[in-house]
């Protein structure tokens, strides 16, 4: 699924046979669609995951706990954010007979965190391995070295046939695999000296939704007393 504002691809996992499902990176305004989907599907959303405390987009999770009864949201511990769920490195995340491991991916962010799906060979990697790029490091968390380290340790050490899901993509490509990232990224092909300079100078734009996205990501995308209070 796709947010045509940010940017912001949301994936759904379900087991056809159990009807547990989960959703990774809800964006706020696309709550409504997300919610017909899964109802319309029959599915039984169990998790709304996060993959970080996005910059540029607020998150649905609050909303879709509010919508469906019973679904809880899902971020990092390292992330220090609001949810009914945290996760550390190694942990699992169980929807039918299907899991997704969490694994610690730090350096876009401290709470990075890609979901892999080992039973069909994938991996969400949220913003820290984009398709052929990677998740800025001049804000929040940022740091060049922990990304490039974080990614080759957790990402690109998987079996080069496991395809890549990234957060965003801003050219209109949807999926790659270890293989293409291990062959071709043009930033983390690179040494670790190499990558932290080019890191240094991608003078990118202040992101326009910062300043409201980071607040209100860190108590599930609510920003009210009492709507903190339901997402708590």
Known sequence: LFDGTSFTYTYLLADTKTKEAVLIDPVLEQVDRDVKLVEELGLNLIYAANTHVHADHITGTGRIKQKIPGCKSVIAKASEAKADVHLE????????????????????????????????????????????????????????????????????????????????????????????????????????????????????????????????????????ITDQQKSA
């Open 89 to 224: 490195q190694g942990e699992k995340l169980k929807f039918g007979e299907y899991e997704l491991e969490a694994r610690s991916t730090p350096g876009h962010t401290n709470g990075c965190l890609t979901y892999v799906c080992h039973n069909q060979k994938m991996a969400f990697t949220g913003d820290a391995l984009l398709i052929r790029g990677c998740g800025r490091t001049d804000f929040q968390q940022g740091n060049s070295e922990r990304l490039y380290d974080s990614v080759h340790t957790h990402i690109l050490s998987l079996p080069e046939d496991y395809l890549l899901y990234p957060a965003h993509d801003y050219k209109g490509q949807t999926s790659s695999s270890v293989w293409e990232e291990k062959m071709f990224n043009p930033r983390l092909t690179k040494t670790k000296a190499e990558f932290v300079e080019i890191m240094k100078n991608l003078n990118l734009a202040y992101p326009k939704m910062i300043d409201k996205a980071l607040p209100a990501n860190m108590v599930c995308g609510l920003h009210d």
